[in-house]
């Protein structure tokens, strides 16, 4: 067991990355999925928006019971990698769309519950000083493995089945490196959890205000992650076939979701330097014109569409890292496990009616129009931010 903190923090990250993998293997194989299954639009956004479902029942257990912050959290990573991975395989004997097929998206999300959320908290044991960069390159690790399903989707063409089971396994590797990480000298255990001890997330201004900032930022993120590749591929539809435009669209997703990860890292050094609640306005205030712009946009040449597309989610991630690292600046270290948990456990709340309403919105409205709405979010997350900057003088 290595105790160095660059290979920790290496091994950690590649295990998140691979662990997270887990999240968009549906909303990468949908379109296919939909052809053999005849899926109805309600059942493939529950099969997105049920990852979401399970996250916040998972994150809300670990949080209120302390998981996180008394057991070893190298072994509920592992644990629960595994088996979000063998629950992601069911969906190879599941009926397509079926009752089944969405149970088991809401216990993957479930179990990833026990995977990101954790990590940070591992990641928060090995320095104060670098705690933006810290986080930041766990989150440009997650982003990551949130786009390899859309890579593995384009690169197994019509065939749904490779991606799900090449995600499977590479989130088993990601629970297995995760046993190999160290612990960081500012790791702490509660011996003993208190649940009531959460509400200092109301109490303690920064960390009430870091979460109403999070949760703007979440109105944009994931709708604009699962639904990003379906909305590209409209607009591409304009001006080229529709299959190519369809793998087009994936190969896009995959491509605006991971450029996010260097971004996740440079916003992370500059947090550290200028302030992480300027950060986060920075990032927003990018995410949100490129939203607008992209809206502007669709439907048109596919040189114009695609580069926003990028530039959007090049911007759209970066802020995450930093809102937890400011809840991790003003916490209690035996109590931030529990609070990072609840803190993705409202914000992924508001993503269940964020990712299940956007194709349905995108159906009676266009895509054009729901695209733009996305921008409030950040918008909202911007103001929040402002107000705890200034509340700090």
């Not at 969906?91 to 999300?109: K, S, V």
């Not at 493995?145 to 989707?153: D, E, V």
């Not at 509400?199 to 990003?228: D, K, Q, S």
């Not at 997703?253 to 991971?258: G, V």
Request: charged fraction near 10%; proline fraction near 4%; include cysteine.
């Amino acid at each position: 067991m290595t105790t160095s903190k660059p290979i920790a923090i290496a091994l950690l990250t590649i295990a998140t990355s691979l662990g997270m993998i887990l999240w968009f293997t549906t909303a990468a194989t949908l379109p296919d999925m939909a052809r053999e299954g005849a899926i109805s639009e309600a059942r493939q956004a529950w099969l997105s928006s049920g990852v979401q479902a399970g996250f916040v029942i998972g994150a809300l257990v670990i949080a209120v019971t302390g998981i996180a912050d008394r057991l070893d959290p190298r072994r509920v990573m592992g644990f629960c990698a595994v088996a979000g991975a063998l629950a992601n395989l069911g969906l190879l004997i599941a009926h397509l769309g079926g009752d089944l097929a969405i149970a088991l998206r809401i216990f993957t999300g479930a179990m990833l519950a026990g995977v990101y959320p954790i990590g940070m908290k591992i990641a928060f044991g090995w320095g104060l000083k670098d705690r933006g960069l810290l986080v930041g390159l766990l989150v440009g690790g997650l982003t990551t493995g949130k786009s390899l399903p859309y890579l593995l989707a384009f690169m197994g063409g019509t065939d749904w089945r490779m991606a799900i089971v090449g995600s499977s396994l590479l989130a088993v590797t990601g629970g297995v490196l995760a046993q190999f990480v160290g612990l960081g000298p500012g790791h702490a255990r509660a011996l003993r959890f208190d649940p009531l001890s959460i509400a200092v997330a109301w109490t303690n201004p920064a960390i009430r205000g870091a979460y109403l900032g999070y949760f703007g930022h979440m109105w944009e993120l994931f709708a604009f992650w699962a639904w990003i590749a379906t909305a590209s591929a409209a607009s591409f539809a304009f001006t080229m076939d529709v299959h190519d435009a369809e793998s087009l669209g994936k190969l896009t997703a995959f491509l605006a979701i991971i450029l996010g990860a260097p971004f996740c890292v440079i916003a992370g050094r500059f947090g550290d330097r200028i302030g992480k609640a300027e950060v986060t306005i920075i990032a927003m205030a990018v995410s949100a014109s490129a939203a607008i712009a992209t809206a502007l946009s669709f439907g048109g040449p596919v040189w114009l569409t695609l580069p926003l597309i990028l530039i959007w989610g090049a911007s759209v991630i970066p802020d995450s890292a930093q809102f937890s690292a400011i809840v991790a600046d003003h916490a209690a270290p035996e109590l931030s496990g529990s609070l990072l948990t609840l803190q993705t456990a409202l914000g992924f709340t508001l993503t269940i009616a964020t990712v299940q309403l956007t194709p349905l919105a995108a159906a009676l409205w266009g895509w054009q129009i729901v695209l733009a709405v996305m921008a409030i979010g950040p918008v909202l997350g911007i103001l929040a931010m402002r107000l705890l900057r200034r509340s700090k003088g």
